[in-house]
């Protein structure tokens, strides 16, 4: 039986599950053993871009035609205007049906989206990483911001942090009497200036 996890495209980790039996019947309806229910090749195109290794089996004969499946949603893939497959590699795919090289071109093909995904997670994760620095740098100047529009209410005058987000500490006594000092000096000097 072959595996549909041996494609290129499927994605690590599939190993660990039983692939999904799926049975296409005579009337060309597909059956998913798993949910109990009838799928359409979108569905399988969707499990395996997710990575769900599967397996279909003629309902009749028993036979796999997990492979044959899979180039039938190729084909609709291209068909639909998503073209990825070049004309010139269907040619020389058609080229070396029959040819003494023929029984390498699945390996190498194997080995070459292999390094083709592997390169792209590579790509992904590097391009991640300044979005990840961006969100950082607005999340510092969102803090900062905030500070600045609670006007630093969220330290005690000792630089100790208040008790709960905004509200400002209770001042000691202490600091009350200098406060009312303070306030009573400025308010002398206003009457000196009115007289």
Known sequence: MAN??????AKAGTSS???VIIKKYANRRLYNTETSSYITLDHLAEMTRHGRDFQVFDARSGDDIT????????????????TMLPTSFLRQIIALYGDSMQSM??????ASMAAFA???AMFRSAALKPFEQLARQNLAMFQAATEMMTGGLLREA???????????PAPAA??????????????????????
């Not at 000792?158 to 400002?168: T, W």
């Open 105 to 110: 071109v699945p390996h190498y093909l194997e």
């Open 158 to 168: 000792g630089g100790k942090p208040a008790e709960k987000f905004g509200e400002k």
């Open 17 to 19: 599950q039983a692939p």
């Open 4 to 9: 549909a996890s041996s494609s290129p495209g």
């Open 118 to 120: 592997e390169n792209q």
């Open 67 to 82: 492979r044959s499946v899979l180039t039938q949603i190729v084909m609709e893939g291209e068909a639909g205007g998503q």
């Open 174 to 195: 202490d600091e009350v009497a200098q406060l009312k000092e303070q306030l009573a000096a400025i308010q002398s000097r206003i009457d000196g200036l009115k007289g």
